[in-house]
DNA sequence: TGTTGATTGACAGTATACTGACGATCTAGG
DNA sequence: CCTAGATCGTCAGTATACTGTCAATCAACA
């Protein structure tokens, strides 16, 4: 019995690595959450972006992306198709030619409105195999791991920092 | 204290929601392996077509695609790209002129052999801001829910049924 | 005030993912 | 034997992600 040499080169380990268990239940999420949504037309992250910009109204690209986590890079294409579909505005700020403000349009909030018992079912829908009380310790554990991991990856500013110029809009 | 009514719209939601919390750890899981294997060149779903072909040669990619549960369509390019890396090589099958046959050359046993103490320095790292018992708890809770909800999301056959025609190798 | 350094949004390049479609091929049924 | 349906690899199209770079702009300091 080996106790810690060199582990086996198999498939079966893979399957056990938490590198592996978050890509497949990304996954999965992905796929629900578009399966619950598909009548409304939006990614989850397209969702996540009106939420943060109805939640801080006149936000910029570079501080949205730091409040939901996801790359400047990737952002500005996003916000293109949401303004391809009419529900978010931007306009540029008075005080910085640099910087463009983002708003929902009335779309937006509507879309917004309607989507988000899709949206729930969908969350409610990922947890559902795990009894009640599993659901709550892998969400406490999972919050903890990414708030506590929130480093690794590159999000240029925390969520608290990137908003302290913004009026605490919610 | 309004129990049940329709929830607050707001982003605070969305950092509680199991897909915010799934795709974020996905995004640190991928960052954190990346840094520990950037001498290798070798990104998360490359590691484990490699592994999963050691495992099983001459597998075809249709079933390839089922082991390590991921799209047909990508999995083309990602084999492209490790045979230009010269770690794999296409024979085709001489019963099915469709089948093209996967195999490890021997560069690419090389490299597995000499990523796999990174990548599990990588794995490591993913859950290290976590109690030892907590780890455990997370990794468990998470393999029974990628496990239940397999079929949520598009794989044209389970792990097992993919390797039917297959010597079992392993 | 004038230049340095940082920031913003944009872009190019690479790599996953997924949908849907296609030709080539195999297999079963008639 | 020959056609209908399934399967294999591939490709086009869309959407995330991340690295690195760039011009325009701003802010701060000498």
Redesign the interface.
């Known amino acids: 019995m080996p106790s810690k040499a060199?582990?086996p080169?198999?498939?079966?380990?893979?399957y056990?690595?938490?590198?592996?268990?978050?890509?497949?239940?990304?996954?999965?999420?992905?796929?629900?959450?578009m399966e619950e949504c598909k009548a409304f037309d939006l990614t989850?992250v397209q969702y996540?972006a009106l939420?943060?910009i109805?939640?801080?109204p006149g936000i910029d690209a570079t501080r949205l992306s730091a409040?939901?986590?996801?790359d400047r890079s990737t952002l500005g294409s996003v916000i293109e198709r949401l303004q391809a579909k009419d529900y978010v505005e931007r306009k540029p700020a008075p005080e910085d030619k640099r910087i463009k403000l983002l708003y929902l349009t009335k779309p937006g909030v509507a879309i917004?409105?309607e989507i988000?018992p899709a949206?729930?079912r969908?969350?409610a829908?990922?947890?559902e195999?795990?009894k009640p009380a599993?659901r709550k310790?892998?969400?406490g554990?999972?919050?903890?791991?990414?708030d506590?991991?929130?480093e690794?990856?590159?999000v240029p500013l925390r969520a608290e920092d990137a908003l302290e110029h913004l009026g605490k809009t919610?």
Chains 1, 2 share one sequence.
């Open positions: 060199s582990p080169i198999t498939i079966d380990a893979v056990a690595a938490p590198g592996y268990l978050f890509r497949r239940m990304q996954q999965i999420a992905v796929s629900i959450f989850p996540a939420i943060a109805h939640t801080h409040v939901i986590a996801f917004l409105r988000i949206v729930e969908a969350q829908r990922m947890l195999p795990l599993d310790t892998l969400m554990l999972m919050s903890q791991l990414v506590l991991n929130n690794a990856s590159r919610g």
